[in-house]
């Protein structure tokens, strides 16, 4: 059960927050649930949509940045993030269920793409504090500086909404995924 009140409508949400909300329901045709939780704060909602919007129009491209997500929301054990980021990459990128299953794990079957994956849950699990090994990693994949910056501020992304989706228990509105298929 959720920890705070998720707004039902659009229109029980801060007025500064509605513009944010129609924006995403004419992108997704809906509104999940985390948006309408962070609205509760129309300044996170605007400065999540905005890194999420800045990072969108960045030189990675959905499959990528899906499967960073995936692999931070079990880094953190967000069941929530697990569960939209499944559906988004399954429907969105068209991922497989076994690259899917990859990522949770923090790899990916296709070789640069694992550089962005482990690359990314190293970030998350070592708080920012990477080798040197680390970066000529990504980097021999085939990743400039500009593109890593990019994963860090995906990483970034996806703890914030992971914390959030976490700390209040976001009921879930995407299919559900098993709990083991979570945690891998």
Do not use: W
């Amino acid at each position: 059960m959720t920890r705070i009140h998720t707004p039902q409508t659009i229109a029980a949400t801060p007025v500064e927050s509605q513009p944010f909300l129609n924006a995403v329901e004419k992108s997704l045709g809906s509104v999940p649930n985390l948006f309408r939780l962070l609205a509760t704060s129309p300044e996170a909602l605007e400065g999540y949509l905005g890194l999420d919007g800045a990072l969108s129009k960045g030189k990675l491209g959905v499959a990528t940045r899906e499967r960073i997500a995936i692999a931070i929301a079990n880094t953190n054990g967000c069941d929530y993030c697990n569960a939209a980021h499944t559906f988004l990459a399954k429907t969105l990128a068209k991922l497989d269920e076994a690259e899917v299953a990859a990522n949770r794990a923090g790899a990916s079957k296709d070789a640069k793409a694992h550089a962005a994956v482990s690359f990314a849950v190293k970030v998350a699990t070592a708080k920012g504090r990477v080798s040197e090994q680390d970066i000529s990693n990504v980097r021999a994949a085939g990743f400039s500086n500009a593109e890593i910056i990019e994963i860090i501020g995906l990483v970034a992304l996806n703890v914030l909404s992971n914390y959030v989706n976490e700390v209040f228990q976001t009921e879930v509105d995407f299919p559900p995924i098993t709990t083991a298929a979570a945690h891998v």
